[in-house]
């Protein structure tokens, strides 16, 4: 399903789902939009525990099954779709259509991003990109289109509701049969199985990150109080205090569960959801100055969603993003600044221009920001797990924590619902710092994306060097190999020129084994190098090298030391032990270490040798042996007795 034709039917397909959300963003009648309402403590009694429970349940449900997201995406409408007629008809709404339009959202929105990542698998980046930020933008329309609804209704919104659900049906249709037997790459990384650790870890951090809700809906008053070690009266008086420490354990709680989930995954949590956080209070603003030019508000917020979803489908997505988010926060300084802090004028006095302007802004920098996280977050499977649930639990939790910084000089909030709006420079700085985090995730992605390809790079090198020595090995190993053993056996009977010939027969046979067993291979010159092969080097026809298959790939540093230390060994040997002894190196690559060992059989010495020829000022051994091994962190052994050679052993740690 990697051809271009399906891509675009699951962009189709997920465009259907934003519709869905706009509708679950956008309910018949709501005193405040709710994807910008910020939330109070919950309390739930009766039904109320059954509709707070079955979100989560569906949630969790749904990134069981991302594979078949067309589905998850037809359940949502379906679900969702009996509220709709409801609002069209006289119907009465019985618990069954309540429940029924509560689940279509989470599916909703689990569902456009399981489309979205699967994109993102197919190598359609751009397409993937734009449609988590859609999937962003589609929320902020749908609260554009219920816009100040307390100040007056619009009658015509459930059909548009009814519209919607009827084009995203027919948007999803030829995914669900082109996806029938479900869609591989919308699961995540395909090296890993279906209950691995890396995939369940989402699930499981999702689901525990819901369950917040109901744990902090027994958070009570006199709770409150005792926690907090201050008097019942004093919580009751400010409750905005009471809702900003649910939300601070909310946050805390949820950055953690976040952070299990991987870095990649809490970093990209806290920058959508602090953008989240940063558009409540100007899209608050913008609402209520457009609350008399409902078509004007919903195609402000159409065209910064679209504005948004173009900037994180383009190849610089990142500084696009960036761009966004500080241009949002200028406009609001300057908003705040023109008004001589009081920003609540443009909504009283229904400045349309300025009111605009800021919702396209702000809610093209919201959907940049969302989007331009999907490319790092596709590969680990992440993208419905941490955009969906996770930045959803920490978006609420920052809404409430903020409220502290909405009060005055006594110390108390002012006395109307547009009360956030009157701190618009709290979203601003909230909003630079979004776009700090979305370039800050973009710069370390692409080191990281460098790397992965250097090392990429590195290993088909390897490989294909591998392949040609094995291609070598064959026929040298038959023919030349053969010949020269040959020489090296049987030279010594013709004479001292036969005898030559065997020594140069013996020492090429080294060098030529030397090569097909990879004596070429450095890792990254300058910075790291293959032990095994500087080692390797130094094999003749007196010294006999046994080393591990695989290349000992350490700091350059390291190797160029400990070479030099067993070069000393070797040359001890050379000088000391006999015109006839022999020598052998072996390497051996430990856990922790590396151990190389220099056996001779020649003469030997006493023990006490050693410390005789340091008070002499013979400081070969010190310096040369010891000094380099103790300088990297090692140990150097040797064991010596008369007429049974010396054994010298060093071994240096692995570099952390």
């Known amino acids: 399903m990697a051809d271009r034709s399906w891509r675009w039917w699951g962009f189709l397909a997920g465009l259907g789902g934003c519709l869905f959300l706009v509708v679950a963003t956008s309910p018949g009648y709501a005193p405040v939009p709710p994807f910008i309402a910020t939330p109070g403590l919950p309390g739930y009694h009766g039904q109320g525990w059954l509709l707070a429970l079955a979100p989560i349940v569906v949630t969790v449900a749904g990134l069981c099954l991302l594979r078949w997201w067309p589905y998850l995406l037809l359940v949502a409408g379906l679900v969702g779709l009996p ?21 279509a959202y989470p599916l909703a929105v689990v569902g456009v991003l399981a489309c979205a990542q699967g994109l993102l698998s197919n190598a359609s980046p751009g397409l993937g990109a734009a449609l988590v930020g859609l999937a962003f933008g589609s929320r902020l329309f749908g609260s554009a289109m219920v816009g100040s609804g307390w100040l007056q209704g619009d009658l015509t919104r459930p059909a548009w509701h009814a519209g919607m659900i009827g084009t995203g049906f027919a948007l999803i249709a030829p995914a669900v049969w082109l996806v029938r037997r479900g869609d591989r790459a919308a699961v995540g990384p395909p090296d890993v199985g279906p209950w691995h650790w890396r995939r369940l870890r989402l699930v499981i951090a999702a689901g525990l990150a819901l369950c917040l809700v109901l744990s902090l809906s027994g958070l009570t008053t006199e709770r409150m109080a005792s926690l907090l070690d201050v008097s019942f009266s004093a919580v009751y008086r400010h409750p905005m205090v009471a809702v900003a420490v649910a939300g601070a354990i909310t946050l805390v709680i949820g950055v953690c569960l976040a952070a299990v989930t991987g870095l990649w995954s809490l970093s990209a949590a806290i920058a959508v959801a602090t953008a989240q956080v940063a558009v409540a209070a100007p899209l608050l603003l913008a609402y209520t100055a457009l609350a008399w030019v409902g078509p004007l508000r919903w195609l402000g917020a159409l065209a910064g969603a679209l504005i948004g979803a173009a900037a994180a489908s383009s190849r610089w997505r990142i500084p696009a993003a960036a761009t966004l988010a500080a241009g949002g926060a200028t406009a609001l300084f300057i908003a705040y600044a023109a008004t001589t802090g009081h920003p609540e004028k443009l909504a009283d006095q229904h400045r349309v221009v300025p009111g605009v302007l800021l919702l396209v802004l702000v809610t093209a920098a919201g959907t940049a920001v969302a989007g331009a996280t999907a490319p ?10 941490v955009l969906g649930p996770l930045v959803g639990v920490l978006a609420a939790g920052g809404l409430q924590t903020v409220q502290v910084t909405y009060v005055q000089e006594d110390g108390l909030p002012e006395s109307s619902y547009l009360n956030p709006v009157s701190h618009l420079t709290t979203s601003a700085i909230l909003l ?8 800050g995730i973009g710069v370390a992605h692409h080191i990281a994306e460098r790397w992965a390809e250097r090392k990429r790079a590195e290993l088909i090198r390897q490989e294909a060097a591998a392949a040609e020595r094995d291609r070598l090995a064959r026929p040298i190993h038959d023919g030349v190999l053969q010949v020269l053993a040959l020489v090296q056996r049987q030279g010594p009977e013709l004479g001292a020129t036969g005898t030559q010939l065997a020594t140069l ?23 790291e190098a293959d032990l095994r ?18 290349p000992i790939v350490l700091p350059a540093r390291v190797v160029t030391e400990l070479t030099a230390a067993v070069q000393a060994a070797l040359d001890n040997v050379r000088r000391h032990a006999g015109g006839t002894a022999r020598a052998w190196l072996l390497v051996e690559n430990e856990p922790d270490g590396v151990r190389v060992t220099v056996r001779d059989d020649g003469v030997g010495f006493e023990p006490e040798r050693l410390s005789d020829a340091a008070r002499a000022g013979r400081l070969g051994v010190a310096q040369s042996m010891r000094g380099r091994i103790a300088d990297l962190g090692g140990t150097t052994t040797i064991h010596s007795s008369p007429t049974e050679g010396t054994e010298v052993e060093f071994w240096v740690p692995l570099p952390k």
Do not use: F
């Open 83 to 103: 509220y709709v007629l409801g609002q069209l008809t006289t119907m009465t709404h019985p618990t069954l259509l309540s429940l029924g339009h509560t689940c």
């Open 376 to 385: 790092v977050l596709a590969p680990r499977g992440a993208i419905p797990a």
């Open 432 to 439: 630079l710092a979004a776009g700090a985090a979305i370039g």
């Open 505 to 527: 027969a013996g020492e090429q046979e080294i060098a030529l084994r030397t090569l097909l067993t990879g004596g070429d291979a450095v890792a990254r010159p300058g910075i």
């Open 533 to 550: 092969t500087a080692l390797s080097a130094l094999a003749s026809t007196v010294v006999e090298v046994s080393a591990p298959a695989q």
